[in-house]
């Protein structure tokens, strides 16, 4: 999780949500959309589960990039990228013992992602679904105006037509199928996000608004208290024996 700026609240969550899934070293472990592979490669370090770990993604460039960067740490026998659709995965029906999704059922059909992921589980697996939340207010901590905090911290909408990135999320891996569902908000914080949502937030304001939102960050910056957060939602269900 270094790819994303040191962000110490997400390997936090991925330990929790590891923790509450009772992941053991023995499983065999999808994760779905995994990017630039850090939560693989993660995962293979700390050997959270069996090895090879499997990571797919669609995206090409991402791809070679995570292969790249695993050849790199010494990883390149431990994780195993894949070309992959989350709407047609292609492994057979009960092939893994967990599957680990973050910030991918936004972008594409949410319940079609779902139901596969719940299709590739052996009985008893279990998923791991995280969501960026656009029913909950971004948290930024510059001492600004009501005004401008209340354009600051509205949520960023950013979901597919068929997305998820609600508190429906708990709901949804109820109808695919899952059992004893459990589901919390967490945070994503770290200087990466930061610079992700910033020019959102400055693109919300007026002129002498963003010159009060720079000098405001300008003073938290030299007190080392300038952070944001931005929430998520978890999910953790078992597909029946």
């Not at 959309?33 to 850090?38: D, M």
């Not at 995280?130 to 001492?143: E, F, G, I, Q, S």
């Not at 990135?165 to 914080?189: H, N």
Request: charged share 25%.
């Amino acid at each position: 999780l270094e790819d994303r700026g040191g962000d110490q609240s997400s390997i936090r969550a991925l330990r929790g949500m590891l923790h509450d899934a009772q992941v053991l070293s023995t499983d065999r472990l999808l994760e779905v959309g995994c990017g630039s592979g850090v939560i693989s490669r993660w995962l293979a370090r700390e050997n959270v589960c069996a090895t090879p770990v499997t990571a797919i993604d669609l995206n090409p460039f991402l791809l070679r990039e995570s292969e790249a960067l695993a050849k790199a740490e010494g990883l390149g026998d431990v994780v195993e990228f894949k070309t992959g659709n989350a709407e047609a995965l292609p492994f057979p029906d009960n092939t893994f013992d967990a599957v680990l999704s973050v910030t991918l059922i936004e972008e594409c059909d949410a319940d079609r992602a779902l139901n596969e992921m719940v299709r590739v589980l052996k009985p008893g697996g279990r998923a791991m679904i995280k969501v960026r939340a656009c029913d909950m207010n971004v948290l930024w901590t510059l001492p600004v105006e009501a005004d401008i905090k209340a354009k600051a911290e509205a949520p960023v909408r950013q979901v597919a037509a068929a997305g998820c990135a609600d508190a429906s999320l708990m709901q949804r891996l109820q109808m695919a199928g899952l059992e004893g569902v459990i589901a919390y908000p967490t945070f994503f914080s770290g200087k990466a996000h930061q610079d992700y949502f910033e020019p959102i937030v400055l693109a919300r304001l007026n002129g002498q608004e963003q010159a009060v939102w720079q000098t405001a960050k300008a003073t938290a910056l030299a007190d080392e208290t300038f952070y944001m957060m931005h929430p998520a939602h978890c999910a953790i269900g078992t597909k029946p024996s």
